[in-house]
């Protein structure tokens, strides 16, 4: 019967400090996740070597795996801390290895700043424009199978998964990244978003843009919500084609 495990985290005071590494000792709980880990290190912030150090930063909301806000980098694999059991990731050694994304700027400790993906979502116009409050009655009828994919589009939490995998998102790119890609399909794909697909297809087509795919499909494999990236990475990348030919016949 296991009664104390370790937890490496991988720690920073600042964003402009460099990162090292703390080990933590706890007495083993069934049923914990490496939320809760994090909170017991709160509470009792002493080092395995019995150093007392500043409580361990991370960011979270939701705690059910809805708001991506606690992605983090778990035993070397991108997830949701509050969806990561300690008793699953003990069957895979005795220590847990926790690190912050590394794709996104470090605020302190494992909380990342995900902004990017914000900016990203405001560059592309990432909503529904509306002229008017009033009610203007049903809206047009939507296929079944295109409410089906917006629906598996939709489930997108901008946790950054995505973004921490893809080789693409690296300092010498400036590739915005698979998330706002499944985003712009989304809003493209519906009939009021529609009338505005111009707009965000010509963001995707300047620089950073969908062009900066390189194909590698990694983003798919670790989305938590299984958003069919590469799906719609291939169906932007024929959209825009198809939007510069009819802007190249209109010139
Ligand atoms: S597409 Fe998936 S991995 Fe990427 S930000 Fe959205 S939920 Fe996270
Ligand atoms: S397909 Fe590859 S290069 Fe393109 S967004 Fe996904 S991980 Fe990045
Ligand atoms: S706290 Fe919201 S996804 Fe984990």
Not at 146 to 168: D, F, H, I, K
Not at 205 to 227: L, R, S
Request: glycine residues 8%.
């Amino acid at each position: 019967m296991l009664e104390k495990f370790k937890v490496r985290v991988q720690r920073q005071d600042g964003p402009a400090t460099k990162p090292y590494t703390q080990t933590f000792e706890l007495p083993y709980k069934p049923d914990m996740n490496v939320i809760s880990v994090l909170q017991e290190i709160a509470a009792h912030p002493v080092t395995a070597d019995g150093q007392h150090t500043t409580p361990v930063v991370w960011d979270s909301n939701c705690l059910e795996e809805v708001c991506g806000a606690c992605s983090m980098v778990i035993n070397g694999f991108v997830r949701q801390a509050c969806s990561a059991l300690v008793d699953e990731l003990l069957r895979a050694g005795p220590v847990i290895d926790l690190k912050p994304m590394s794709k996104f700027p470090v605020i302190r400790d494992l909380f990342t700043d995900r902004s990017r993906m914000f900016d990203a979502l405001k560059k592309v116009r990432a909503w529904i424009p509306v002229d008017s409050y009033a009610p203007l009655g049903p809206g047009p009828i939507v296929p079944p199978e295109v409410n089906e994919r917006r629906y598996e589009l939709s489930r997108c939490m901008t946790c950054g998964c995505c973004l921490e995998a893809c080789p693409q998102i690296n300092p010498h790119s400036d590739f915005i990244g698979p998330q706002v890609i499944g985003q712009v399909v989304l809003f493209n794909m519906h009939p009021t978003g529609a009338m505005t697909a111009s707009y965000r297809n010509e963001a995707m087509m300047g620089p950073g843009g969908i062009t900066g795919c390189g194909n590698a499909e990694n983003c798919v494999k670790v989305c938590p919500k299984d958003v069919p990236l590469t799906w719609a990475i291939g169906k932007l990348g024929r959209d825009t084609t198809t939007h510069a030919f009819k802007r190249w016949l209109m010139r």
